[in-house]
């Protein structure tokens, strides 16, 4: 299985961003997916993740301007960032995870990264 993330780039403070993690594989069900980033000098920290229910999570630091979605048959989660601010520059890794099959343990994979850059 691999994620493959998608949308990062440069932005100025208020501007928005929709970031993409798709995932490739034999994958026989899809649970948690999340966004992740880290920030140079700091640790990797939680930004936002959806249960398969669809239920969500978001870090304070971004609630009112992220909002995470998935859409199972495209296998790939979605991250809508507005009001975007200098501090949220960081590379955003998407983690989802997977069973590949029927018998198969639940593993989490990890994408490579996108970096997001917010600045004028």
């Known amino acids: 299985v691999q994620l493959v993330e998608s949308g990062g780039g440069l932005v100025q403070p208020g501007g928005s961003l929709r970031l993409s993690c798709t995932a490739s594989g034999i994958i026989f069900s899809i649970y948690n997916m999340g966004w992740y980033r880290q920030a140079p000098g700091k640790q990797r920290e939680l930004v936002a993740d959806?249960?398969?229910?669809?239920?969500?999570h978001y870090a304070d630091s971004v609630k009112g301007r992220f909002s995470i979605s998935r859409d199972n048959s495209k296998k790939t989660v979605y991250l809508q960032m507005n009001s975007l601010k200098p501090e949220d520059t960081a590379v955003y890794y998407c983690?989802?995870?997977?069973?590949?099959?029927?018998?198969?343990?639940?593993?989490?994979?990890w994408g490579q990264g996108t970096q997001v850059t917010v600045s004028s």
């Open positions: 959806i249960a398969a229910g669809a239920s969500t």
């Open positions: 983690k989802s995870a997977f069973k590949t099959g029927a018998a198969s343990g639940v593993v989490n994979y």
